[in-house]
């Protein structure tokens, strides 16, 4: 037979081990949530890092890929032409060329790349450029047929590089100057100077002649600013890119370009091909830290340096300005001092000559904008604006995709006086400006939905890290909290049960203490004095009774024995 102490240790252990179950589970499944919310909450950053950087390499089958080979956004380029309104003062050295600004002559870009070809071996691939250009008349303040009257640079491109031949060579350049009307100024259409060129005879002189008396051969059978690049693909050149599938650092970044790694345009030290090839930036940009963009119209890499972080259609992204170190010649950074090319010039310009079969080409930025004064001292009609004629970009920080550009570039000729040519004798010197274009783009408000999505499933995945956190910690916290408030609630039950007890002991004496009411104090004061009265009055009395009684008694005891 099982005693009544068996049965009760027997029922206490059925009670328990339920309770210990859920405790261990408890425990358990805390641990757990802890644990996954911790990774949740410092790697969900660090997967979805991961996972834009499989999507970020360049190959057939991704979406970069598609976004890259025909952009999306809109390309909005915008021409203005210098008017030379004086040109007959020219002789007059006392007198500034003077110019006004035509335009914009608005055009849409739609740019492609084609002859894509794919190299796993090194994991990178080559392809060519093409853009075509189409007129946007709405857009535009004026017409394709307005005339522009400018200098006559094929003249003055011919003379620079005939200064430096022989003297024989330089007379024969003297009279096919003068045979072609001995004039240093022209008048063509806006379409005629930039996209649709124009048929010349120098030029064809220039084709005709073997190589090895002109020094230079131009592959162009017109003469236009622009000319030939509405739908040519030669005019670029060949480029090859790391698609980043070996190192995602590698990411958008030139290999090389027309097969060299250099571009024997300047000293070898400012002929190195790197940086981005336009599209696409490293990824990971920090701040503070400059960019660098290899630029083919002028056969070197630019340097942009980190200004602030800005937003563009909501999304945070890093703004690049181009700056006085882009257009220096070694006047402020002495690194620059291999750009000058044979002409270091003051600050604010950038000889590319050699990249211009030899015309005295300078790219600054409109209206010499952060150049050196002297250039604006030498013409009038020029007034240089931060705002409408500085250059920046910017990118989205982790991918290095373009968010917002305004790419501002202004092309000049240098026109000096030469002896051996009478076009050219006793003339003045000077940058003449020809026009200026403004290459617009911005990311697309579809896009930019895109670019927010990263950040939020990271900020998601840590508010989700937190919240698992947080219930694990409650769970692994549960069971010893609620043992910790039950053992309190039974101490102030045992509490409790004292003070009961010691009320119903002295209960009287604890109605009386000073912090109970006056006047129930006073009230239990009267009560206890009428109480004394009645006991005194009630002990008289009985001691009268007893007196009484015995004397009745001895009365009886008289008559008794009577």
């Known amino acids: 037979m099982c005693s009544n102490k068996d049965i009760v240790s027997a029922k206490f252990a059925v009670a328990m081990f339920p309770e210990k179950n859920r405790c261990f589970i408890f425990k ?23 996972l834009m950087e499989k999507e970020m390499v360049l190959s057939p089958d991704s979406k970069t890929f598609d976004l890259w080979k025909k952009p999306p956004v809109k390309v909005t380029l915008d021409f203005y032409m210098f008017n030379w309104t004086n040109p007959q003062d020219f002789q007059n050295l006392n007198i500034k060329p003077k110019f006004e600004e035509l335009g914009p002559y608005r055009f849409t870009e739609v ?24 007129f946007d008349a709405a857009g535009s303040k004026g017409r394709l047929e307005d005339e522009i009257v400018t200098v006559n640079s094929l003249a003055v491109s011919l003379s620079a590089k005939a200064k430096r031949w022989s003297p024989l060579r330089r007379r024969v350049i003297d009279i096919a100057l003068k045979v072609y009307h001995n004039d240093i100024t022209m008048k063509k259409s806006m379409d005629e100077l930039l996209f649709e060129g124009f048929e010349d005879v120098l030029l064809n002189v220039a084709n005709f002649l073997p190589s090895s008396l002109t020094d230079v051969k131009v592959p162009f ?33 030139i290999h090389t370009w027309n097969y060299r790694n250099t571009t ?49 259609e909501g999304v945070k992204g890093f703004r690049y300005e181009g ?20 002409e270091c010039v003051p600050s604010g310009l950038i000889n590319i000559s050699s990249c211009w079969f030899g015309s005295p080409m300078f790219i600054s930025y409109p209206h010499f904008y952060d150049a050196d004064p002297y250039y604006l001292s030498e013409v009038d009609g020029l007034r240089p604006e931060k705002q409408k004629h500085e250059l920046y970009l910017v990118l989205e920080p982790k991918t290095g995709l373009m968010l917002e550009m305004a790419a501002r570039l202004q092309s000049n000729i240098l026109v000096e006086p030469i002896s051996d040519f009478t076009m050219f004798r006793n003339r003045r010197r000077i940058f003449f400006p020809l026009f200026w274009f403004e290459a617009r783009t911005r990311v697309s408000p579809d896009l930019a939905n895109e670019f927010k ?22 769970l692994l916290l549960w069971y010893p909290v609620k043992a910790h408030l039950q053992n309190r ?69 008289s008559a008794s024995t009577t």
């Not at 358990?28 to 991961?50: K, P």
């Not at 963009?293 to 563009?312: A, K, P």
């Not at 010649?329 to 620059?336: H, S």
């Not at 006073?522 to 009484?548: F, H, M, P, V, Y």
Request: with cysteine; net charge neutral.
């Open 264 to 312: 024997g345009a300047y000293a070898p030290e400012c002929s190195k091909v790197y940086g981005s090839a336009g599209e696409f930036q490293s990824v990971y940009l920090k701040p503070h830290k400059p960019i660098h963009f290899f630029l083919s119209d002028v056969c070197r890499t630019v340097r942009m340096d980190y200004v602030e972080t800005t937003e563009v």
């Open 489 to 557: 609630l039974i101490q102030q039950i045992k509490i409790n049960n004292l003070d009961s007890e010691t009320h119903r002991v002295v209960g009287k004496t604890i109605s009386l203490q000073p912090e109970i009411s006056p006047l129930l104090v006073t009230t239990a004061q009267e009560r206890t004095k009428i109480l004394e009265r009645t006991d005194t009055r009630l002990s008289d009395l009985s001691i009268g009774e007893s007196t009484n009684s015995a004397d009745r008694s001895s009365m009886q005891s």
């Open 28 to 50: 358990i499944v805390g641990s757990c949530l802890v644990i996954l919310g911790l990774l949740h909450a410092f790697f969900s950053e660090t997967l979805v890092n991961n």
């Open 111 to 134: 740019p492609h790349k084609v002859d894509i070809k794919w190299h796993p071996d090194n994991a990178s691939m080559t392809y060519r450029k093409q853009s075509k250009y189409y």
């Open 221 to 253: 059978d017109k003469f236009g600013y622009c000319y030939p690049r509405n739908h040519s693909v030669d005019v670029t050149g060949l480029y090859n890119i790391h698609t980043g599938a070996d190192d995602i650092s590698k990411f958008g970044q």
């Open 453 to 474: 999505i990263m950040p939020r499933v990271t900020l998601c995945g840590q508010i989700l890290g937190g919240i698992s956190v947080l219930i694990g910690v409650v």
């Open 323 to 342: 700056g006085k170190r882009m257009v220096d010649n070694g006047t402020l950074y002495p690194e620059n001092v291999c750009h000058c090319n044979g």
